[in-house]
């Protein structure tokens, strides 16, 4: 695959050098600013990568599908999105399993203040925290994407099948609870 154009959407204060960095808050300086709930500004098959952070979960399901469809009619045959989301399933087993874990999880990477610093409060604070509407597993993830014309191969931390995509996570497994994927664009 050439290395044509790279897009980060939803890149915030946080850019990517040589991508085509597009967020709506134009005091984080975008060098595209758009809604990208509301269509993506690029035509056809212009992109051989996509990567966006922590953008998904604040869209519910029906806007997600449309924001994926958007993605695989930018991408070319064969480009890849890289997705990163918070997961609900290790949202959960923490809550159940590990709640001290949580507990210090919270306090010492996300830092919002709680009125009682519990397991259940977190879960509940966690579920509507920066803007979430729909938190994924990896099953309704695969779901959504292959809907949209995608495989949805689950990678690790900043690890991916693609150069372009590793290093790109700002969330990591010691400060975050998130789902990563490579979703490459089927024909």
């Known amino acids: 695959m050439s290395e044509g154009v790279r897009i980060n959407l939803g890149s ?27 269509g993506l500004p690029f035509r056809d098959r ?8 922590d953008f998904i979960d604040q869209l519910d399901l029906e806007h997600a599908r449309r924001f994926l469809r958007e993605c695989h009619r930018i991408l070319r045959p064969g480009g890849v999105i890289r997705v990163l989301t918070p997961d609900v399933e290790q949202l959960a087993r923490m809550y159940l399993d590990d709640p001290d874990g949580l507990k210090a999880l919270w306090r010492d990477h996300v830092g919002v203040p709680l009125r009682y610093e519990t397991p259940a ?31 949805a191969e689950r990678v690790g931390f900043n690890q991916s099948g693609r150069e ?24």
């Not at 915030?12 to 595209?32: A, Y």
């Not at 212009?46 to 952070?53: G, L, R």
């Not at 409060?121 to 995608?150: K, Q, W």
């Open 164 to 187: 372009p995509l590793r290093g790109l996570d700002l969330r990591s497994p010691d400060n975050a609870i998130s789902l990563y994927h490579d979703c490459y664009r089927l024909d």
């Open 46 to 53: 212009c992109a051989d990568y996509m990567h966006t952070e």
């Open 12 to 38: 915030g204060h946080w850019k990517l050098p040589g991508w085509v960095n597009v967020d709506l808050d134009r005091d984080s300086r975008p060098d595209v600013c758009a809604d990208l709930s509301a």
């Open 121 to 151: 409060e977190i879960l509940n604070v966690g579920m509507r925290f920066a803007g979430h509407t729909f938190l994924y597993d990896a099953e309704t993830f695969a779901e959504l994407a292959t809907d949209c014309g995608f495989r």
